[in-house]
Structures are given as structure tokens and as C-alpha cells.
């Protein structure tokens, strides 16, 4: 059974810092070519962050967190992260990892990011 859990989450004041940490198992990490984050504010949908392509070396970034955040994976500890810099309130949301062969076939439960003003 493949099972991603999250961790890092927390308040943070804005303009700070906080990273993201997703550990997979259940699966060769190596064959999860698609790692990505995506988030969900209260009452909004949820949404792209970014997104790793291990064949190609791939990277996306939603336009809202280009500059501010960094997708890596560590495939030695089964870890996909999200580093996230100059944090702003409207970034406060649940942050999901999902993993998956060419889709998001797996999603971890969330963690929770709280920036305030």
C-alpha cells in the first residue's frame, strides 16, 4: 500500500520561511516519475504548486510561487520537498504531496501552513 506523509507545516509570520516534507512508501520511489504539491485555502480549490518530472528533470511552478518556492527530491530517503521562502498570508492552506508513474495516482492527508500579517 503506497502512503505519502507530510510534514513541516506550522505558523509562520510573513516573509518567513518553512519546508515541506513528503516521505513515500508502498512503491520504489524511483518509479514515481511525477512528484508534485498542490494546496487548498478554506473555501477555494484546490490547487497547483509545483510539480517534479524525474525523466527530463522537469520543474513547474504555479505563476503565484515562482521565485518564492523550490521543488527537490531526495531519492535516497523516498523524499520529495517544497521549500518554501518569502511567505505571504495568502499562502495559508493545507499543502498536499501527490506522486504517481505519469499522473497523480497517490496523495498524501495534508499538512497544514498558517502565515500570518
Known amino acids: 500500500q503506497v502512503q505519502l506523509v507530510e510534514s513541516g507545516g506550522g505558523l509562520v509570520q510573513a516573509g518567513g520561511s518553512l519546508r515541506l516534507s513528503c516521505v513515500v512508501s508502498g512503491r520504489t520511489f524511483s518509479s514515481m516519475n511525477t512528484l508534485g504539491w498542490f494546496r487548498q485555502a478554506p473555501g477555494k480549490e484546490r490547487e497547483f504548486v509545483a510539480r517534479?518530472?524525474?525523466?527530463?528533470?522537469?520543474?513547474y511552478y504555479a505563476e503565484f510561487v515562482k521565485g518564492r518556492f523550490t521543488i527537490s527530491r531526495d531519492n535516497a530517503k523516498n523524499t520529495v520537498y517544497l521549500q518554501m521562502n518569502s511567505l505571504k498570508p495568502e499562502d495559508t492552506a493545507v499543502y498536499y504531496c501527490?506522486?504517481?508513474?505519469?499522473?497523480?495516482?497517490?496523495w498524501g492527508q495534508g499538512t497544514q501552513v498558517t502565515v500570518s500579517s
Open positions: 517534479h518530472n524525474w525523466s527530463g528533470g522537469s520543474i
Open positions: 501527490t506522486a504517481g508513474g505519469l499522473t497523480y495516482e497517490y
